[in-house]
């Protein structure tokens, strides 16, 4: 295989080869063709002397084809008066059996100074001709010529096999999505029409008294195989049915409020792209919005607080509560919420865990809890685990927490009753 250096591969002007061809004709395999021992003698030499990496010869016109098939030569000089086999039939032979998309240059050497013979030649499939006696320097020429559009034809056929095997791996990607998304999109839509979505609740306690003062609605989805909620609205968003899923959720949450005690609010959950979608309108319009707490739980980045903030102004006036979900992880970072300046701060699991044992997490929440005093909002530490874990918040003034040590999420109203500071039952 010819391979034209980088360099020049790339460089739509650079034919001047001169500077890439040493390395093309090292790489190169020309084949002589001529039933006269003295001729092959003489261009043997030739191209060596120019610096062709392989010259095979034969005499014997009839063994070309099988020679071409063997050795895959990258240029032939091919006599044309040979017994057997002449050169124009050769070149037949070659045109017709070779691969079409083979591109093998064949410079014709002859002592048949007419035109007819050349034309003969170059109507058979001959790219160029040299007449006997030859200039050296022309013969050159035109092997360098050949060998370098050869170099330039495997170039391009590398090329286009490496975009060939780009598209097809891009397709298999596309369908295999595609296919995916499919499933995705009939699962969601069966569990959105057949039900199978149902709600547990999360009691929220107050860390120094231990009363109930709220409980988080969390989605479950009891199909097999079992996937977690977060899997099902991710899938769900892809699938661009998000804001039905979302929005199913909060509506099948808030016709349990009844089951509520009046003082104890109900928090749901909602990104932000579904707080702006236009479905999510009158969801709240049939509760009291003052037992609501709506915790925005980001998934990518806020683009545009101006409307979302509008948006959350009308659900304001509603009495509804914001929340920044997962302060401290994620996208809730300090700008978020100096842009939101929710009601309430739930404070990532990720900070309480072995908080009692890390003087950082003890730090950081330190500062969240003098935010959130600057803020005048309620902070709600999640996922607390341990009474060390409890304990220590409760030293450093944390009002409310949520985790597996109080109760985990279960259903309403029974959920309620098992939730103390000291653990529920199981
Ligand atoms: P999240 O909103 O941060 O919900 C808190 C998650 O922490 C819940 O997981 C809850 O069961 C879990 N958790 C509570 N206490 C503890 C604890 O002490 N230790 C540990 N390790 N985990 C605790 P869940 O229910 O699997 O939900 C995971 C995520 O899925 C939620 O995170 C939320 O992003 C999403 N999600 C769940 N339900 C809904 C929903 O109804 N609507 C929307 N939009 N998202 C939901
Ligand atoms: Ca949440
Ligand atoms: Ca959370």
Not at 174 to 194: F, K, S
């Amino acid at each position: 295989m010819l391979l034209l250096p980088s360099s020049l591969a790339h460089d739509g002007d650079a034919l001047v080869w001169p500077s890439g061809l040493p390395a093309v004709l090292a790489a190169a395999t020309v084949l002589v063709v001529d039933d006269e021992p003295a001729n092959v003698l003489l261009l043997r030499h030739l191209l060596e002397r120019r610096g062709v990496g392989r010259i095979d010869t034969l005499t014997d016109s009839r063994d070309v084809l099988t020679a071409c098939r063997e050795t895959n030569p990258d240029l032939v000089l091919l006599d044309l008066h040979m017994p057997h086999l002449d050169g124009h039939t050769v070149l037949r032979q070659l045109r017709t059996s070779l691969p079409s998309t083979t591109y093998l240059p064949v410079l014709v050497l002859t002592a048949d100074v007419t035109s007819e013979a050349r034309d003969r030649a170059l109507g058979a499939g001959a790219n160029d001709f040299v007449t006997k006696p030859f200039a050296q320097a022309e013969v050159l020429a035109r092997v360098s010529n050949l060998l370098w559009s050869r170099a330039l034809h495997q170039q391009l056929e590398v090329h286009n096999a490496d975009l060939a095997a780009a598209l097809t791996a891009r397709l298999e990607t596309d369908r295999r999505e595609a296919r995916e998304l499919a499933v995705i999109g009939e699962r969601t839509r069966q569990a959105l029409d057949g039900g199978a979505l149902r709600m547990v609740f999360q009691p929220v306690l107050d860390v120094q008294r231990g009363a109930v003062v709220g409980v988080e609605a969390l989605a479950r989805f009891p199909v097999e195989p079992y996937r977690p909620p977060n899997e099902w609205f991710d899938d769900a968003r892809r699938a661009g049915l998000g804001d039905r899923l979302e929005l199913a959720a909060v509506r099948a949450a808030l016709r349990q409020l009844d089951a509520l005690p009046p003082d104890v609010f109900l928090a749901v959950n909602l990104s932000p792209e579904c707080v702006l979608s236009r479905n999510m309108t009158e969801v709240f319009d049939a509760v009291d919005g003052r037992r609501v707490v709506l915790e925005l739980t980001e998934h990518t980045r806020v683009q545009d607080y101006g409307q979302l903030l509008a948006r959350l102004d009308e659900l304001r006036l509603q009495g509804v509560r914001i929340a920044v979900d997962d302060t401290g992880a994620g996208y809730a970072g300090l700008q978020h919420i100096l842009e939101l300046l929710p009601d309430v701060l739930k404070l990532d699991l990720q900070l309480i865990r072995g908080i009692d044992a890390d003087p950082i997490r003890r730090a950081l929440t330190t500062a969240l809890l003098n935010f959130a005093n600057e803020l005048g909002a309620s902070v709600i530490a999640e996922g607390i685990e341990t009474p060390e874990e409890l304990a220590t918040l409760q030293s450093l003034g944390v009002g409310w927490g949520q985790g597996y040590l109080f109760a985990r999420p279960g259903d309403l109203p029974v959920v309620l009753e098992s939730a103390t500071l000291a653990g529920g039952p199981g």
